[in-house]
């Protein structure tokens, strides 16, 4: 059966400019009910209808789960992306309808936690938005450490400070502030659990220096949802449903597979899930993998990809789809 | 028209019957003359009228004298309900399913009226009639999870969803086929599977855990899971075994019909919104032979499946014991005609 999530009919009931790279959406059932509730760190995957081409992208909800009036993404605009945020700052207006996902949670807040220390870098700051607001309400113990470029491209920083004030630390990299890491992972106490949703390289810094000072794996969250890469097109054989397609340059894998009428099941689109995984039943060429779902041996083997990130440069590639 | 609760009992005279219709409505978990484990999950969808599976939260002719043996059960051995501290909120979810469901499916006996976060809740086959803060435990008379799960058929086990795994990390557990909520809580998905024989060398263990870390909020899934209980007992646990147990060699050629019956389990899974935990009804459906065999395919199909089922399940189900007596007396009734597959009566 497929696991894949049910849809919401919204429509888009603000849209406000956050900053110069930054802009907020907001979405409202179109029946005027309440939306689904959800747990701080999910996310929704909204539909994109630009043109001919469908886009899928997944957003953290950063509303309070208090409140399902409205669900409200930001999405920071990204010029030399593949389009996405591109088509949202531009095309989407307040009153369109849309579609989005039922929520899905994949950096979940672990609720035993006696104290949550999270750690945002530039746009990461958007699951914890909905994060602390939930664990306010509760009383939770929480504490921020948010890294931006420049104050002014500090997103909801000023929100944050105003509403959590010193639970709230802000760095900012053109006054050369820096997270003091090792200081901050050496003096939390017992039973403090650690999340960070960032750009690649802070994650892998903060799980690297995480592990070193000695801190248990499942007491490290992380959320990194990779955009897929652009990359040369290639030609792809899906064996059950008998298909043969391209992958154009600005198209990811698993696109041009929808594209074609085939249909895996997906949640998170960022190769992080799982749910797309596919076996490969020949080859002849190299995979760059950039998902974080499949182990370094998976990746090495070449008997799997994941479409959603990964693409494929060669002779010929057939899939099991 | 609302349901007749039936007057009856689960223990000392066992009372418990089916009315025909409920005889008619029966989850018969045997499409086939054979058995043997799967991962036959499919997705909690609403079924035809007048099955189990009318409203996706089944309540039914026995919902009085089943709360009322819950109470009992909670008087003599509180550890049946359990929650570990971080297991609030889920039992907040699990409380606004519950009622959302239970008065969708069935409003003449359940009523949910919200004002923001100030709710009133009507139960009137219990006599209910509670207002409380949603969020705010000191506004109940019980913890979220205990206070509807003691006005809910079924047992509930919450699960905790974390580094990969599923935690048994909450429940209601008094109406269970032989295990234990508080030997099994905090264990995850394979530490409380681990008794069961077969099915971890077929990979079903991991295969179904992939599968309900991804279930999905507003998609349910469910599966049927079966077993035999002497006498029409709800509290078969291992706390109770010496009340239970020794009723395995009770079982004579002339009391058959009246007091094998055949217990299949309702098991459906749920995603939590706001914990993102995952909720696990196990809800229980008791049938005596007398009453299943009224229904000639099932007669045959059980008689198949017990009399070919391997030794390894039979002894894990309990069965060994009285296995051979049931068989016997359950042949008479099998011409040896095909059966038609499918689950449903004739």
Redesign the interface.
Known sequence: ?S????KLDVVVSDVVPVNDLVTRFHFRRRDGELL????G??HVVVEMRDGERTRLNPYSLMGS?LDTREYTISVRRDDVGRGGSLFMHRNVKPGMEMVVS????LF?????AKKHLMLAGGIGITPFMAQTA?LAA?GGNFELHYTCRTASLGTYADVLRERYDRRVRLYHDDLDERIELDRLLSTQPLGTHLYVCGPAGMINWVRDRAASLGWPS?TVHFEHFAAPQPGLPFDVTLAVSGKTIRVDEQQSLLEAIEAAGVDPPY?CRGGV???CETNVISCDGKFIHNDHWLSEEEHRSGKKIMPCVSRFEGRSLVLER | MGITFRKETFRDDFTFRNSPEHIRRFPFPFHEDAYMYAVNIEPHVVGPKGSVLENLIDVDEHYVAEMQDRALVLAEDPLRCQSLPHMTLAGWDLLELLMEQQALGYPEHFTLTRDGDRWRWINRPLGIDDTFTFGDTSTLPYGPMEYITRQSQGDFCILDQRDGNLWMDAGMVTTQADWSLDFDIGMNFFEWHAPVPLAHEKGIFVRALKFLTNIQQGKPARRLNWTMTINPRLDTSPENYHKWGPDRATVTPENVGDKVHLRVELQSFWRLPRSNGIVFPIRCYLIKMDELVTQPKWARHLHRVIRDLPDELANYKGLTRYRSTLVEWLSKLDDGSPTNPGFGPD
Do not use: K
């Not at chain 1, 979940?108 to 035993?112: Q, T």
């Open positions: 059966m696991t894949g999530t049910t689904p509730t959800f747990s760190g999910a789960p039922y929520p899905v949670n979940s807040l672990d609720l035993r939930q509760e499942e949640l899930c799982g749910q």
